[in-house]
């Protein structure tokens, strides 16, 4: 479910749709970490790093400041963080709330030799 906050935001600016009874997640990465010491110590800092790049990239594409979303998930204890469809789009995650239609046309000619 978290994945789909950088799904939604990595959209095309303008074309970024959210369903309005959907329900998006969003937290901090997440991981075991087991072995050796410097096995668990690597580990984390590879946890770290990539936690700082989800964060500044929901930052970026939600057109937010710097450490926005990190302050989301800390004002919420680090815990799961649940937006409705209007948050999303007050966060920047999306930018319109619907289901839009694809409409499709096609046109083809048939010719017999």
């Known amino acids: 479910m978290s994945c789909g906050s ?3 935001a990595s959209g095309t600016k ?3 749709f959210v369903s309005p009874r959907a329900h998006v997640m969003i937290h901090e990465v997440s991981g075991v970490e087991f072995g050796k010491l410097n096995d668990v110590k690597n580990g984390v800092k590879q946890q770290d790093l990539l936690n700082a ?3 500044a990239y ?3 594409a939600g057109g937010k400041e710097p450490g926005y979303f990190e ?4 004002k919420n204890k680090n815990a799961d963080v649940f937006l409705t ?4 789009v007050e966060h920047g995650i999306v930018d319109q709330i619907k289901t839009p239609k694809l409409v499709a046309e096609i046109k083809a000619k048939y010719y017999l030799e």
């Not at 469809?85 to 999303?88: D, V």
């Open 6 to 8: 950088v799904l939604l």
């Open 53 to 55: 790049e989800l964060f």
């Open 14 to 16: 303008g074309y970024r």
């Open 71 to 74: 302050a989301l998930c800390t």
């Open 85 to 88: 469809a209007k948050q999303c």
């Open 58 to 60: 929901l930052d970026a």
